[in-house]
């Protein structure tokens, strides 16, 4: 689970009802046609890792389900986000703050169970020392890619 979000801007522009002086210009494109523009989509945040985060939209934005699709978040909702992690930053006692974390941690791990802390299953495979191999990361492995080393074969 890579928990990248992206935080996004979206202007909508009507193609036929565009307010006075919104010009388009899309130089070196010449496949875009700026009369047909009907929304200008900005990356203005991004963040992987961040459970406590993920868990917060999930919650109070998703509806309680991880659906993994764009959500629509308004800005008083970004600046309730915005106030709470600034109170969690501005905790100096590290006990405190544990205790903080702990709390953040019951609602990701007990009561939404937005995130659960799933064990990566690994696994043991023994392979002849002349078999020329890949190794799979996710479990997927590629046999087509294998090779045997006759001479290694034949020395044995």
Same mark, same amino acid.
């Given at each position: 689970?890579?928990?990248?979000?992206?935080?996004?801007?979206?202007?909508?522009?009507?193609?036929?009802?565009?307010? =006075?002086?919104?010009?388009?210009?899309?130089?070196?494109?010449?496949?875009? &046609?700026? /009369? *047909?523009? @009907? !929304?200008?989509?900005?990356?203005?945040?991004?963040?992987?890792?961040?459970?406590?985060?993920?868990?917060?939209?999930?919650?109070?934005?998703?509806?309680?389900?991880?659906?993994?699709?764009?959500f629509?978040?308004?800005?008083?909702?970004?600046? =309730?986000?915005?106030?709470?992690?600034?109170?969690i930053?501005?905790?100096? &006692?590290? /006990? *405190?703050? @544990? !205790?903080?974390?702990?709390?953040?941690?019951?609602?990701?791990?007990r009561?939404?169970?937005a995130?659960?802390?799933?064990?990566?299953?690994?696994?043991?495979?023994?392979?002849?020392?002349?078999?020329?191999?890949?190794?799979?990361?996710?479990?997927?492995?590629?046999?087509?890619?294998?090779?045997?080393?006759?001479?290694?074969?034949m020395?044995?």
């Open positions: 689970m890579g928990l990248d979000m992206y935080l996004n801007r979206v202007t909508f522009f009507s193609t036929h009802n565009r307010p =006075e002086g919104v010009k388009i210009e899309v130089p070196g494109m010449t496949h875009i &046609d700026p /009369a *047909k523009v @009907q !929304e200008i989509r900005e990356q203005v945040g991004y963040w992987r890792k961040a459970n406590q985060i993920h868990a917060w939209f999930v919650k109070y934005v998703q509806g309680g389900e991880d659906k993994c699709r764009p629509s978040v308004s800005a008083e909702q970004l600046a =309730e986000l915005l106030a709470l992690c600034k109170q930053v501005a905790v100096k &006692d590290n /006990a *405190k703050r @544990q !205790e903080l974390y702990a709390a953040a941690a019951n609602i990701i791990f009561d939404d169970a995130v659960a802390p799933i064990y990566w299953y690994g696994s043991q495979s023994v392979t002849k020392p002349w078999v020329v191999r890949t190794f799979s990361v996710g479990g997927q492995e590629y046999y087509d890619k294998w090779d045997i080393n006759m001479a290694a074969k020395s044995q």
